[in-house]
């Protein structure tokens, strides 16, 4: 599907529904339930995740500018996770996270105020020209604090979702998000509160339970006080680092199967690429499909592919068929969308990106020495730029700006595969600051550099599938040492023929692409975790392993003796004839593995 190029520095536009915010009504809206309320939204498909800190505008942004207008309704986002009663009751921090307004936003909540404003003063955050539909995500506690926090956010959004998955150890001190799963009094207070005095709809995000038929029993809870819609993450709490493991979607389809039919549902796990999509909703009968780690390797990742012969310059694909948006295109928009938005100035005049297809020869004989002053001169530049210095008012707003601090972690997740490799451009990334834009865009100039040194070397390589796959590989035709990694390239992840909740080779070969190319990072299982040592059992789940498998060897030992075989199998004691020389006395016993015993 082809999308808009913002080669020469214009953003494109984005969608949504377009509503005259003069004309939102100081009386309270028609508030609309469940799938009705679905409905009237667009009915999305795809919902990019609330994540702390990295779900903010400019981001929810660069993910709908690779969808054409028509298609961007399907497209659902969610803020970061707020903290609900420190949104409630401190300005400052409600005003640096959540910035719908150019003005600060007002406090106690004003509705008639806020329809009255011009479309001038309307900002960023739940624009309805071109942030929505758009949910806001709080954690919380506390039916009061919670309803206090959705009332300031509630005329610039179209729903408010309640937080009941996050599994991380600052919940469970703070006695939110998947810590509160066993009080369902509580949640359920919190929710109808808000169902029954919030001018919007109120959702909720819910982790799965130990089983299914307490899963099922604790979505009635959240649905019968009044959720509108429930996302389900298919892991447990427990699921979480080292140990997150796959998702179950088998969980989200008994929950599908055993609702009733207009139960809005959305599904959450193990949506790595855009095939996944179809995949899930194929699987667990959701309504649409959210993504989170996924979106932030591949903010592209709800964008079909172009078909082939219409790539574009921002879009490769690679002789094996195999493809994905470059980085160097992706991180212009970003910055793009940065400049214009989160700055409020026309973004930079850039070049055309770099196509092998037009290099001339003379260009194209790029020597390692050429890259090495180049890279020299642009360290000089970088480091000219940070001794620039700011206002210290500009500096402070600039600090506090949310689309702005969370720059640096989405380009680290972005080049991850790049930065592996090219530690210049690491480097230099871990230098920038919050606000230092030159350096940023200095790191967009590496990353630009880098990747046109890859695609040249790339061209350049011959048909010999050992030279190709060094190149995917990452080693630019240089042995690379210790790689756990399977060619890729060459190998289709079919022939693994691996179960995917033991192994993640064959996850890895599927996703795996050049670094100039955006893609997922595809975590170890915890078993392979395990065996490299990056992660312990702790006693409690070592303690459960040996009860299962003591359990499991039980059952082993009953089936094999209730078909007449010995546990382990039969072992035999017969005596060793005996040879010419050897002594009086008995023969030497010896024992014969016979049926049942496993010897390869």
Not at 454 to 481: M, R
């Amino acid at each position: 599907m082809a999308t808009q190029s913002v080669d020469d520095g214009a953003i494109p536009p984005l969608g949504g529904p377009v509503v005259d915010p003069s004309s939102v009504p100081a009386a309270k809206r028609v508030k609309l339930h469940g799938r009705a309320f679905y409905e009237s939204i667009g009915s999305p498909k795809w919902v990019v995740a609330p994540m702390v800190e990295q779900s903010e505008f400019a981001w929810r942004m660069l993910t709908r500018s690779f969808l054409p207008p028509d298609q961007s309704p399907k497209l659902l986002a969610y803020t970061p996770m707020f903290h609900s009663r420190m949104f409630a009751d401190t300005p400052k921090y409600r005003d640096s996270h959540f910035q719908p307004l150019r003005s600060f936003l007002p406090s106690p909540v004003d509705n008639y105020h806020i329809s009255q404003l011009p479309e001038s003063e309307w900002h960023l955050d739940g624009n309805p020209k071109f942030d929505r539909p758009l949910f806001v995500q709080f954690c919380s506690n506390s039916p009061d604090d919670l309803l206090a926090a959705a009332k300031h956010v509630a005329p610039f959004c179209d729903a408010v979702d309640l937080n009941l998955g996050c599994p991380q150890g600052i919940a469970k001190r703070g006695n939110y998000g998947a810590f509160l799963q066993e009080d369902w009094d509580l949640i359920s207070r919190m929710i109808r509160r808000l169902h029954e005095e919030l001018d919007v709809p109120v959702t909720a995000k819910m982790r799965v339970l130990e089983t299914k038929e307490k899963t099922l029993e604790y979505a009635k809870t959240l649905l019968n006080a009044g959720a509108s819609i429930i996302t389900v993450h298919g892991r447990r709490r427990e699921q979480k680092g080292h140990n997150t493991g796959l998702a179950d979607w088998s969980f989200i389809r008994y929950l599908r199967d055993n609702l009733p039919p207009e139960t809005v549902i959305f599904a959450n796990g193990n949506i790595l690429q855009h095939e996944d999509i179809d995949k899930c909703l194929a699987a667990t009968g959701a309504d649409a499909v959210m993504s989170a780690e996924g979106n932030l390797y591949d903010p592209t990742i709800f964008s079909e592919p172009p078909p082939p012969g219409q790539e574009g310059s921002e879009y490769w694909r690679g002789r094996d068929g195999k493809g994905g948006y470059r980085v160097d295109a992706v991180m212009r928009r970003y910055m793009d969308i940065i400049h214009k938005y989160a700055l409020g100035v026309p973004p930079p005049q850039r070049k055309p990106l770099f196509l092998p297809s037009g290099v001339t020869e003379p260009e194209a004989q790029v020597t390692k020495a050429q890259c090495g002053e180049k890279r020299a001169a642009n360290g000089e530049e970088e480091q000219a730029n940070k001794r620039q210095k700011m206002s210290k008012s500009d500096r402070r707003q600039q600090v506090t700006n949310p689309n702005l601090t969370a720059m640096q972690a989405h380009l680290f997740h972005l080049l991850r595969p790049l930065v592996s490799q090219h530690h210049n451009v690491r480097d230099a990334l871990a230098r920038c600051r919050v606000g230092e834009i030159e350096n940023f865009e200095n790191v967009l100039r590496l990353v630009e550099e880098a990747v046109k040194e890859g695609l040249i070397a790339y061209e350049k390589e011959s048909s010999d599938q050992k030279g190709l796959t060094s190149i995917v590989n990452g080693t630019n035709g240089e042995p690379k040492e210790n790689t756990s990694t399977p060619n890729v390239e060459a190998t289709n992840p079919a022939e693994f023929n691996l179960d995917p909740y033991t192994s993640s080779l064959a996850t890895v070969a599927r996703c795996k692409r050049p670094f100039w190319v955006c893609q997922p990072y595809v975590r170890p299982l915890p078993k392979e975790a395990i065996e490299k040592g990056s992660m312990q059992l702790s006693k409690k789940e070592k303690a459960k392993l040996a009860k299962e498998e003591e359990e499991k060897q039980r059952g082993e030992e009953a089936e094999s003796t209730a078909v007449g075989l010995v546990p382990g199998g039969r072992v035999e004691k017969q005596v060793k004839g005996k040879r010419e020389g050897d002594g009086d006395g008995e023969g030497e016993v010896v024992e014969v593995p016979k049926e049942g015993v496993v010897c390869g």
